[in-house]
């Protein structure tokens, strides 16, 4: 027996004495130790069966229960985002049609739904969370096509996500008496709300469930790009009986929100999107009576700690960046990695990268779809010209993109200094930038040296250390140990240029409500 | 390297979440049946049981389903002799357990006692386990010289160490064990006898196929992972190789490197080749049992 060999279990990736292994061949050297993901066993395409839901060639507006054509008569292409085509046209509204769209909240709120009890209120969000919850394949399926997410997410998460919403609030609907003790909330009115494109019904749920459950009625404008499933929605509004008029779904671009945003009889905005359009939202507001909630853009930091547990932070990385295509506001976009974990984060990041699915967002095994325009796609190939101009070190799955279609190779970015753009911007794309620190002090401080703070995500092994950085990042959600966790329960929001308000949870339900 | 519970957990469910189907199935089943260790560890077992288990492996279904022989037949040392002859030609191996199997809870010299016993009726793979008790009582380094020693000895023989992971619970323990085990000479690390509950699973798996990997990345060796006990679908089979696939890759997709333990398995992935090759499903009494 020999002893006194050194048999520490070390953390990285040098082990310092092995058994001469004689049944083995002789050592892969260092250079050639790569995980190889290549055809040694191909998954067939598993596409996922076509909607029941049927698309529709033309979409209209849904004002006062119906659907009626817009007063433009105007419509505009929406194209899938997979493979360029067409998938239906899209009313475009205008000032006249949020005009009508307004008069028929008003009126729904003034003689139906303002009046009614919560108990009666709370019925209807529990039917319309049902029939999403029975349709959530068919409605997955659209909004895959739509918006260039993969089957995967969207049907694992974002509708059923969405469903879990109006469940929640519908539970709300008649307790709210009770929520705020000794104190006595009131619906605000109208409320005018504009969505982004990057979880369509999902962001429809955030903005409505909530409203409808405080007794608002709501005038709702779906990103540009993603109209499509916000008009199935109206149609299971339609089945659930919902009265006419509590709803109502203006579809269009910059120019009909901007006419909502600055209608007069609007009590409440309610925006999710970029920074700079939220500011001007906020600008227009300033000095009118209307309320105001912004949920903006971010650059989050993710805090790897040496004492993490590696592997799973990658995977937790992973899905900080790469989930969506990285087009979320929430995305763990600046990795900061302490100096003594950096050899295998790297290594172990880039081979991940390797194994990673891009392509058909249909196709049941993918796990990177289609960036959702092509003008998001020129801005994230901007950034990343930026990124590589100023000297960060660029790496990429070598993977190969569809012919067609708005594609982005999932990548990230090493040696980034705090001053690089793409530390900076918001990129919402699947790109990474990786930067390292030396102590957890340091990372406190970089992470938030930022104009944003909307959320950061924490990995150590230590809990008096994710309690410590939990506390002191300034960023309305810290994710520890894990990333993107959602949950109707826990509101979500942003401090400083992130906006302000919070969705979801009981905090949220004051966004909605005035409490006297 | 530490081990997330929630996180491993989540990361495991995701590839039984992979849809494999049409051409990729029936290639999967084919490859899961080729690192099959078709088992048979009874007190019960005789050279007659051997037998049919050993035909089993060289002709286990019709010869228009191609489902190959599996990859080795695993048994007590004491029926090694009897494998060996029935499986004679073939390029099946034998695997035995050894080192006191199930607990390994006897002396050392017993336990190398045991395995040159089944070095010497011509194992060609020595399964053996670790001494639990030793390792939840922190001596690490006596499972680390147990191990060494029977590596000593097996010399190029393939050795499979066998952590007993339904004993050390936490994933943090299955971790720090693969380590040790691969430090130690392993040529392949193990989850179970499966004589414990629970046995193989995905999630411990994974954390043993990351520990293959930071012991390749730091040495340039790759070691083989053996999942068993347990493992009784098709199905089942199918989602390990997806795990392999995209945490390793391409190089750990062969019996070389990794191999399947199960004694009811089998017959499940040929009714499911026989499925994809046939378009229907065929009676379980078209196969043989064992």
């Known amino acids: 027996m020999k002893k006194n060999k050194p048999r520490k279990i070390v953390s990285h990736d040098v082990i310092p004495s092995v058994m001469s292994a004689s049944s083995h061949g002789a050592p892969v050297p260092p250079a050639e130790r790569i995980l190889r993901f290549g055809d040694r066993w191909k998954y067939a395409p598993a596409p996922e069966a076509p909607s029941d839901l049927k698309l529709r060639s033309r979409y209209e507006l849904f004002i006062g229960g119906k659907f009626v054509k817009p007063s433009s008569g105007k419509y505009f292409p929406s194209i899938n985002p997979a493979n360029e085509q067409q998938l239906a046209e899209i009313a475009l509204g205008n000032a006249a049609d949020v005009e009508r769209a307004v008069k028929a909240a008003r009126h729904a709120y003034d003689h139906v739904w303002g009046k009614m009890s919560g108990r009666e209120r709370g019925k209807y969000l529990f039917r319309i969370a049902r029939l999403i919850q029975e349709k959530i394949r068919d409605l997955a399926v ?197 100096e003594g974990i950096v050899e295998p984060v790297i290594r172990r990041l880039r081979n991940r990268l390797r194994s990673l699915r891009v392509g058909d967002p249909l196709d049941k095994n993918t796990d990177i779809g289609a960036i959702n325009s092509r003008e998001q796609l020129e801005r994230i190939r901007s950034l990343v010209e930026s990124g590589r101009e100023e000297g960060a070190e660029y790496h990429e799955a070598p993977c190969e993109l569809p012919a067609k279609g708005y594609y982005h190779a999932p990548a990230f970015f090493t040696g980034v200094a705090d001053s690089h753009r793409i530390a900076q911007e918001e990129i919402f794309g699947p790109v990474l930038s990786v930067m390292t620190f030396r102590t957890p002090e340091e990372a406190l401080e970089r992470a938030n040296n930022t104009p944003y703070g909307l959320s950061a995500g924490v990995w150590t092994d230590k809990g008096s250390k994710v309690f410590k950085l939990a506390t002191q990042l300034r960023a309305g959600v810290v994710w520890a140990e894990t990333y993107n966790k959602f949950d109707p329960a826990s509101p979500f929001g942003g401090y400083k240029e992130s906006g302000f308000g919070r969705e979801g949870g009981k905090q949220g339900l004051a966004a909605y409500l005035q409490i006297d | 390297m530490r081990v997330d519970q929630i996180m491993v957990e989540e990361r495991a469910a995701l590839f039984a979440k992979r849809s494999i189907k049409t051409t990729a199935k029936l290639e999967g089943l084919r490859l899961a049946f080729s690192m099959l260790d078709l088992t048979t560890l009874e007190g019960r077992d005789t050279p007659g049981k051997v037998m049919t288990l050993c035909h089993k492996a060289m002709h286990p279904a019709q010869e228009r389903y191609h489902s190959g022989m599996v990859a080795a037949v695993c048994v007590y040392p004491n029926l090694v002799r009897a494998a060996k002859a029935f499986l004679r030609g073939s390029p099946v191996k034998v695997a035995s357990v050894a080192t006191c199997f199930p607990s390994g809870l006897s002396a050392l010299k017993i336990k190398l006692e045991d395995t040159r016993e089944a070095l010497d009726a011509g194992a060609d793979e020595i399964d053996m386990v670790i001494d639990r008790g030793a390792f939840l009582r922190g001596e690490h380094d006596r499972v680390y010289d147990e191990i060494a020693a029977v590596k000593e000895l097996c010399g190029p023989v393939h050795l499979k160490v066998i952590l007993e992971t339904g004993e050390l619970v936490t994933y943090d323990n299955v971790r720090v064990a693969s380590m040790l085990a691969m430090q130690a000479g392993a040529d392949f690390i193990k989850t179970s006898t499966g004589k414990v509950s629970p046995a193989a699973t995905l999630p411990v798996t994974l954390v043993m196929l990351e520990a293959i990997r930071q012991f390749f990345f730091a040495t340039g060796i790759r070691i083989g992972m053996k999942p068993a006990g347990g493992i009784r679908t098709a199905k089942q089979a199918l989602q390990y190789l997806v795990m392999v696939k995209e945490t390793l890759g391409d190089d750990w997709l062969t019996p070389d490197l990794f191999r399947l333990g199960a004694s009811t398995l089998a017959n499940d992935i040929l009714l499911q080749i026989a499925k994809c090759v046939d378009g229907g499903y065929q009676s379980s009494n078209y196969f043989s049992l064992s």
């Not at chain 1, 104190?183 to 019904?201: A, E, K, S």
């Not at chain 1, 309610?270 to 309320?291: E, M, P, Q």
């Open chain 1, 142 to 338: 659209l909004e895959s096509l739509d918006g260039g997410k993969t089957i995967r997410e969207s049907r694992n998460i974002d509708l059923p996500l969405a469903a879990a919403h109006f469940f929640y609030h519908a539970g709300w609907a008649d307790k709210l008496d009770y929520a705020f003790a000794g104190r006595r909330p009131r619906p605000l009115g109208v409320v005018g709300q504009i969505i982004p494109w990057n979880f369509p019904m999902l962001m429809a749920a955030w903005k409505l469930a909530p409203a409808l459950a405080c007794g608002n009625t709501c005038v709702l404008k779906p990103a540009e790009t993603t109209s499509i499933t916000a008009l199935h929605l109206a149609e299971i509004f339609a089945e659930a009986d919902l009265p006419e008029g509590v709803v109502n779904i203006v579809t269009g671009a910059g120019d009909t929100g901007a006419a909502l945003v600055n209608h007069p009889d609007i009590d409440k905005i309610a925006f999710t999107g970029s920074t700079d359009v939220g500011k001007r939202i906020a600008k227009s507001l300033a000095g009118t009576r209307k309320k105001l909630t912004l949920e903006l853009g971010g650059k989050a930091a993710n805090i790897v700690c040496e004492d993490a547990p590696i592997d799973q932070a990658i995977e937790g990385i992973i899905q900080g960046i790469y989930f969506n295509q990285g087009h979320v506001c929430c995305a763990g976009s600046r990795l900061f990695v302490q």
